[in-house]
């Protein structure tokens, strides 16, 4: 699949896309992206400086939602392949106003199928000459199946069983997608992943947080009482395996990928912590002492582990990064951001 010409990406301006998108021109040198995004709050264009001035990336503010604009990107640029970021991704907002979760998830990723369908497609099953590797990558994430107790890990085989509105629209997506290929006969492959850490990631999200307000000597507030444990996956790590997964994945195919780095959420509060008075030491005390217990989360799932077997034994990938160095690379990046003010 390596003679993609036209990939349209996603949600290009958050967190993952913006990672992915300098990662994929660099590596692949013979195709251009066209970089749909809202710009909703989660979006920023200065995460995409690195491209700023590479005429292989182009960006078009707008809704995946918007069917008109989806099917005129389609034509004017004749897309040959998708990686579909686009979401809105944070689980507490989902909680408090699950309305836009619904409709980009859901709905934005259906216009998405539906496009691909009717550009690559000519019926059920018949690719369009010259459409025959045009693909359609489906990013998700491992919170669709829900939680697990204290052992096991999630594979490919895992049932869905989402607990939040975030996870249950993502979970509605990637059946869509699933159901394109069996329908239709869709080139698609879809990736599940664990929480993910590293440059770039919105300010709302945990380890940001947790550099943010230590830095302002705030509270940092922990769910419950710290014990939920999440995987982390370096970006970067992630970036490559979609890159492996968009290329090489088998049709029709999902693959989770996990960073085999299981911590509760105090544990990793604290490692971030450590890493801050190594460097950016306080005058007095530690900034461990910040460390503030807050009412958990409702529907709070305990346990996120990923059994990344397949796509390792399948496509060569597993995570190279150590929590350590990826957390030191994360931490210095926030702390330069916000001691600069930068948004
Ligand atoms: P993010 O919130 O940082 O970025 C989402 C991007 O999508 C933003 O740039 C936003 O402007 C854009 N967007 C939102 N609604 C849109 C719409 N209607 N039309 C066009 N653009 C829109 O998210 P992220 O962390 O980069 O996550 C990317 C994908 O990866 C999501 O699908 C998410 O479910 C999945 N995922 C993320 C993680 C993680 O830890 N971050 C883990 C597993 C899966």
């Given at each position: 699949f390596?003679e993609?010409?036209?990939?349209l990406v996603t949600?290009?301006?958050?967190?993952i896309?913006?990672?992915f998108?300098?990662?994929y021109?660099k590596?692949?040198?013979?195709?251009?992206?066209?970089?749909?995004?809202?710009?909703?709050?989660?979006g920023?264009?200065?995460?995409?400086?690195e491209?700023?001035n590479?005429?292989?990336?182009?960006?078009?503010?707008?809704?995946?939602c918007?069917k008109?604009?989806?099917?005129?990107i389609?034509?004017?640029?004749n897309?040959?392949?998708?990686v579909?970021?686009?979401?809105?991704?944070?689980?507490?907002?989902s909680?408090?106003?699950?309305?836009?979760f619904?409709?980009?998830?859901?709905?934005?990723?259906?216009?998405?199928?539906?496009?691909a369908r009717k550009?690559?497609?000519n019926?059920?099953?018949q690719?369009r000459?010259?459409?025959e590797?045009?693909?359609?990558?489906h990013?998700?994430t491992?919170?669709?199946?829900?939680?697990l107790?204290?052992?096991?890990?999630f594979?490919e085989?895992?049932?869905?069983a989402?607990?939040?509105?975030?996870s249950?629209?993502?979970a509605?997506?990637?059946f869509l997608?699933r159901s394109?290929?069996?329908?239709y006969?869709?080139n698609?492959v879809?990736?599940?992943?664990?929480n993910n850490y590293g440059?770039?990631q919105?300010?709302?999200?945990?380890?940001?947080t947790?550099?943010?307000?230590?830095?302002n000597?705030?509270?940092?507030?922990i769910?419950?009482n710290?014990?939920?444990?999440?995987?982390?996956?370096?970006v970067?790590d992630?970036c490559?395996?979609i890159s492996?997964?968009?290329q090489?994945g088998?049709?029709?195919?999902?693959?989770?990928?996990?960073?085999?780095?299981?911590?509760s959420?105090?544990?990793?509060?604290k490692?971030?912590?450590?890493i801050?008075?190594?460097?950016?030491?306080?005058?007095?005390?530690s900034?461990?002492?910040?460390?503030?217990?807050?009412?958990?989360r409702p529907?709070?799932?305990f346990?996120?582990a990923i059994?990344s077997?397949?796509?390792?034994?399948?496509l060569?990938w597993?995570?190279?990064e150590s929590?350590?160095?990826?957390?030191?690379r994360t931490?210095?990046?926030?702390?330069?951001k916000y001691?600069?003010?930068?948004?």
């Amino acid at each position: 699949f390596n003679e993609y010409r036209t990939i349209l990406v996603t949600g290009g301006a958050g967190f993952i896309g913006s990672n992915f998108i300098p990662f994929y021109l660099k590596n692949n040198s013979n195709v251009r992206i066209i970089n749909l995004d809202k710009l909703t709050y989660a979006g920023n264009l200065d995460n995409l400086k690195e491209v700023a001035n590479d005429s292989r990336h182009l960006f078009v503010q707008g809704d995946i939602c918007n069917k008109e604009l989806v099917n005129k990107i389609f034509e004017e640029y004749n897309i040959d392949g998708i990686v579909h970021f686009a979401a809105e991704s944070h689980v507490d907002n989902s909680i408090e106003d699950p309305q836009n979760f619904i409709k980009t998830n859901i709905e934005g990723t259906f216009v998405l199928l539906e496009a691909a369908r009717k550009y690559w497609m000519n019926s059920p099953f018949q690719v369009r000459k010259g459409m025959e590797h045009a693909r359609f990558h489906h990013i998700s994430t491992d919170e669709v199946f829900g939680s697990l107790g204290a052992t096991g890990y999630f594979t490919e085989d895992s049932s869905y069983a989402p607990n939040s509105p975030y996870s249950a629209s993502k979970a509605s997506s990637d059946f869509l997608v699933r159901s394109y290929f069996h329908t239709y006969g869709l080139n698609v492959v879809t990736s599940n992943c664990s929480n993910n850490y590293g440059l770039k990631q919105h300010d709302e999200k945990l380890i940001p947080t947790i550099i943010r307000k230590a830095l302002n000597e705030e509270e940092i507030p922990i769910y419950g009482n710290g014990s939920n444990i999440r995987d982390w996956l370096y970006v970067m790590d992630h970036c490559k395996g979609i890159s492996k997964v968009f290329q090489k994945g088998r049709s029709g195919e999902t693959y989770v990928l996990g960073g085999n780095n299981e911590l509760s959420s105090l544990k990793i509060s604290k490692e971030v912590c450590v890493i801050l008075d190594n460097h950016v030491p306080k005058s007095k005390g530690s900034y461990l002492e910040q460390i503030t217990f807050v009412s958990d989360r409702p529907g709070h799932d305990f346990r996120y582990a990923i059994d990344s077997s397949k796509i390792k034994n399948e496509l060569g990938w597993f995570p190279k990064e150590s929590l350590d160095s990826g957390l030191e690379r994360t931490v210095s990046w926030y702390v330069d951001k916000y001691r600069k003010g930068r948004k």
